[in-house]
């Protein structure tokens, strides 16, 4: 694991992200401490309040609630909620949804990232007989990606408000999207649009999916502007009604705002072979992809926060 990881560090110096030439960027290093710490055999998968996830929920509030201009929009930076899991008829109390408000210069309205922390814990084993499903994809990158646009944007002030909401339970039924929006501080109607991210480190395509525009086409030319020229190659689709299991519209935490009609961008990656299952580790992600990744998704945040601005 060492000298994979060192590897991971050594293509960090090849990304060439000090280059001044591009300064809207986020930290590759800090992202990938995230990652590598979010999907740790010791989180146990990150099941909704297992130990584990009560560690990933205490590392993304000590990593958000420290940075400069952000506010809390709950107690303590938490949303806590209940829900009940119909399949396994459990009544889950005290789930958490880990919230940060970043005020904007120009605008109230505001414009909600989102990642669900959450993964499925501990399960059969494998041939190698590990049964950690660290979810490093899934999705641990998504949150890693929203603590380093967090991190970005409190020192670079957005011109919208700018919610980052860490997300519990989406793999019980989009719990934690649904129960943001029922408990929602503002009307929902303050809301420009969703920007949400679930597996966004590894592609053998060099493709990163934005999902949405189907129903939002106004966004996509906006989009199309910010990822002229890309890497990754920023791709549009997994979003036409009667497609089945093509269609993502409900797939993730986005769907939850989809239900209540407000725009949604999805960004992420196809299934891999390490879907849901004890091999999609740190050891698997692709840290050149997913820096590039998080840094396109960076851009597309920065043209929807300046684009959408004269109907804020």
Known sequence: MCRKFFKILGLIALLGYTDPSFAQQINAQKVLNHLEYLSKDELQGRETLSEGSLMA?????ENLSKLDLVEPLYHDFTQLFTFQNTRRKVTYEDAANIIALIPGSESKKVIVITAHYDHVGIGR???????????????????????ALAD???????????????????????????????????????IVVNVNMDMVSRSDKNELYASGTYHNPSLKPILERASKGSNPTLVFGHDIPGTGREDWTKSSDHGAFFDKKIPHIYFGVEDHEDYHKPSDEFENIQP?????????????????????????
């Open 125 to 147: 084993k494998n041939a190698s007989g590990d049964s950690i499903y660290n979810g490093a994809d899934d999705n641990a990158s998504g949150t890693s990606a929203l603590l």
């Open 288 to 312: 050149e992809f997913f820096t590039n990744a998080v840094n396109l998704i960076l851009k597309c945040i920065l043209a929807l926060d300046a684009e959408l601005l004269q109907g804020s």
């Open 57 to 61: 929920r205490s590392y993304i509030l």
């Open 152 to 190: 970005y944007f409190s020192k670079n002030r957005p011109k919208h408000a700018l919610i980052f909401a860490a997300l519990d339970a989406e793999e019980m039924g989009l719990q934690g999207g649904k129960a943001l929006l029922e408990d929602f501080p503002y009307g929902l109607d303050q």
